[in-house]
């Protein structure tokens, strides 16, 4: 896995754009705790699983429901990218790194400037764990902790 290890930090992303670019399986997973972070999220995807619809119905975030366009990270402090599309994703994480936003590159560890780490919560204590990249190690290890912490 990684040799130089990430920096931890607590991103407080209240009322700050956060932009996803893809709608699917992962960007959903990780939309929930963004949110619960009070992100002002907006997805771009022209295609969005039924939660997604949900939310952005419920003005939760806001959808845009197309592909990716040059100027979409506009005022963005995070971007998270999640496509099917290797050259959009791409696209986006060289956008990101030209305008210095830290971007979370779904398909390849190696070209992100953030990593999402495994993560729980136990009353007001948040828990994060990061493996170098090796997400199953890092979800073992969550898992472990947080039993240990609830007891
Ligand atoms: C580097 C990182 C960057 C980032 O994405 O943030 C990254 C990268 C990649 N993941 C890939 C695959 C999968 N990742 C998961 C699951 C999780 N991945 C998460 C984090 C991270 N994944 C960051 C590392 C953090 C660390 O140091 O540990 C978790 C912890 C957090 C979360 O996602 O919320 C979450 C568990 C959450 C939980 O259980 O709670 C599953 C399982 C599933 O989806 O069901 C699969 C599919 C199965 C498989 O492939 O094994 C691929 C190959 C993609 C491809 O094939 O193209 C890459 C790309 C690469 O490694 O280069
Ligand atoms: N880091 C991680 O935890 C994981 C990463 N992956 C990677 O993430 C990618 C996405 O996985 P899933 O969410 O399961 O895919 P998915 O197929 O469920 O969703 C793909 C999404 O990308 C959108 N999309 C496609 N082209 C686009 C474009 N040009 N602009 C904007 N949106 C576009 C689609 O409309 C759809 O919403 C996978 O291809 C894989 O490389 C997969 C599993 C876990």
């Known amino acids: 896995m990684s040799a130089v290890p990430a920096y931890l930090s607590g991103l407080r992303l209240s ?3 956060v932009v996803v670019v893809g709608a699917g399986r992962v960007a959903a997973r990780r ?3 963004l949110l619960e972070a009070g992100a002002l999220i ?3 995807a022209p ?3 039924g939660p997604i619809i949900e939310l952005a119905t419920s003005d939760a975030l806001t959808w845009l429901p197309r592909r990716y366009a040059d100027g979409d990270l506009d005022g963005a402090w995070y971007v998270l ?3 099917d599309d290797h050259d959009c994703n791409k696209r986006v994480s060289v956008e990101a790194e030209r305008r210095r936003i830290f ?5 390849d560890r190696h070209a992100a400037t953030a990593w999402t780490p495994a993560s729980g919560t136990v009353g007001d204590v948040q828990l994060g764990v990061l493996a170098g990249g090796d997400h199953t190690r890092s979800r073992l290890l969550r898992d472990q902790l947080l039993q240990q912490l609830i007891g």
């Open 42 to 44: 907006t997805v771009i």
């Open 15 to 17: 009322g700050r754009r």
């Open 103 to 107: 971007c979370v590159r779904s398909d």
């Open 31 to 33: 939309l929930g705790p």
């Open 81 to 83: 990218v999640a496509t």
């Open 47 to 49: 295609e969005a699983t």
